[in-house]
């Protein structure tokens, strides 16, 4: 049992992010407490065992269990500083849930005391950090001005976090600038990358302006695909041919955009402010509409063989996951692709996703099978091992990710 008074640090929220990111600060000898509402991750976690899929993670838990700076718990302890690492998904109407980072907050509340550090990690909309520090003060108005609040959005990309964790630049925003300095010296403590100060309204905004300035991006070259196969052009060479140019660097299209930031994020920014917010809005719709462009162009591809052949064709949806070589299925285009398919076309449909071995709705086929068996090849995710399929000209293909560039 760590002494309470010895914790320096407690993480709400032992998931994706909070996890590795208490158990890298544990391993640079800070003593850390991990809280999670749920207790299977925590019997986990104490353990010496984690519950989520992450390369060198395994490890490191094992590691700093082991060595006591790191326990997980149900509830928080007195410590000198609190992270807030919960998820912050948005609601039907696309405005943020931050109803965990709130329950997060109450949690610790009744722990806080003079000079503590208090700081959201979670993505969160503009001003979050402000109604957090407005909460803590209405049920601890003693503490006013006497504990400092932070914001500081994490950048990391699964699959490279440890590494990432300690490397990476981080942006730090406190309510006041006395909160922006304690904050940068605790994350100094372990992180080697460069710590940048600023206020929180902009370090929230700043994880939200990184992720739209992706999807908008995007949005161009998708809008860009679909202006080109109007024009009978093809995009992939037209974009290499444009970024020739010294200053121009188009990003490649795709079936949509998913994933649990990038199609998430934006929306943060719109639904608060949607008179200003023209351009990121429109990216988000045009990046959701080429979804369902490319299945509307499956559909109807499916439909003209049927005529043609007096027989439906069996059509292969080539990946399911939100973007290549991964195995992540979340707000993934090519999911959204194939169910449409599944349900709007009377195709037989074979289902591909070479990083995952079964799924629950879709009963998956080998990928060199599927696609020797179909009329109908949709590319939906350029994943590496689709790249050597060699092209069997009796085959209609519907390149969607630029496998036949
Ligand atoms: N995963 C990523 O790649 C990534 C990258 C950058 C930012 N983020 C942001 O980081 C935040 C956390 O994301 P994640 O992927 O780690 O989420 P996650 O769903 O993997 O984990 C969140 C954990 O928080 C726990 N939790 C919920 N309410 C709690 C509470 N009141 N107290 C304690 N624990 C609680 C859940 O049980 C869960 O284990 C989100 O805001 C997300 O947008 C995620």
Redesign the pocket.
């Known amino acids: 049992m760590i002494q309470k008074q010895n914790i320096d640090a407690v993480f709400?929220?032992?998931?994706?992010?909070?996890?590795p990111t208490a158990a890298f600060a544990a391993s640079k000898g800070l003593t850390v407490l991990g809280?999670?509402?749920?207790p299977t991750?925590v019997e986990t976690i104490n353990r010496g065992e984690i519950h989520?899929v992450e390369p060198h993670l395994g490890e490191l838990v094992k590691k700093v269990i082991e060595s006591g700076q790191l326990k997980a718990a149900v509830k928080p302890q007195i410590a000198n500083a609190y992270f807030i690492?919960?998820?912050?998904p948005f609601k039907q109407n696309h405005r943020a849930d931050i109803s965990?980072v709130e329950?997060?907050t109450r949690?610790v509340i009744p722990y806080l005391k003079a000079g503590d550090l208090f700081v959201i990690?979670?993505?969160?909309p503009v001003m979050t950090t402000e109604k957090m520090a407005a909460l803590i003060w209405k049920e601890r108005p003693e503490l006013k001005d006497k504990i400092y609040i932070a914001y500081c959005?994490?950048?990391?990309?699964?699959g490279n976090?440890i590494y990432e964790l300690e490397h990476n630049d981080r942006v730090i925003g406190g309510i006041n600038p006395e909160s922006t300095q304690k904050a940068i010296e605790f994350y100094a403590r372990f992180v080697k990358g460069t710590l940048h100060p600023t206020n929180a309204r902009t370090a929230e905004m700043c994880?939200l302006t990184e992720n739209s300035s992706r999807d908008v991006q995007i949005a161009f070259a998708n809008e860009l695909s679909m202006i080109c196969d109007k024009a009978g052009i093809n995009v992939w060479e037209l974009i290499a041919l444009a970024n020739k140019h010294p200053r121009v660097n188009i990003l490649q299209p795709g079936s949509g955009v998913g994933g649990?930031?990038i199609a998430?994020?934006p929306w943060f920014i719109v639904s608060d402010y949607p008179e200003q917010a023209q351009i990121i809005k429109r990216s988000r719709e045009t990046n959701d509409y080429k979804a369902d462009w490319c299945a509307n162009r499956v559909i109807e591809t499916a439909r003209q063989f049927e005529t043609a052949n007096g027989r439906e064709p069996v059509v292969a949806c080539m990946g399911l996951a939100f973007k290549p070589d991964i195995d992540d299925l979340r707000e993934s285009p090519a999911k959204y692709i194939t169910s449409r398919i599944l349900s709007e076309s009377n195709a037989e449909v074979l289902v591909v996703e070479p990083n995952i071995s079964e799924h629950k709705t879709y009963n998956l086929t080998e990928y060199r099978e599927a696609y020797q068996k179909a009329d109908i090849v949709a590319w939906l995710v350029g994943h590496k091992p689709f790249y050597d399929i060699q092209k069997d000209n009796s085959k209609i293909e519907l390149d969607f990710c630029g496998i036949r560039k």
């Open positions: 709400m929220g032992l998931g994706y992010i909070g996890l809280v999670d509402v749920n991750v989520i690492v919960v998820p912050t965990y329950s997060a949690m990690e979670s993505t969160s959005p994490e950048r990391v990309l699964p976090v994880k649990h930031c998430v994020d």
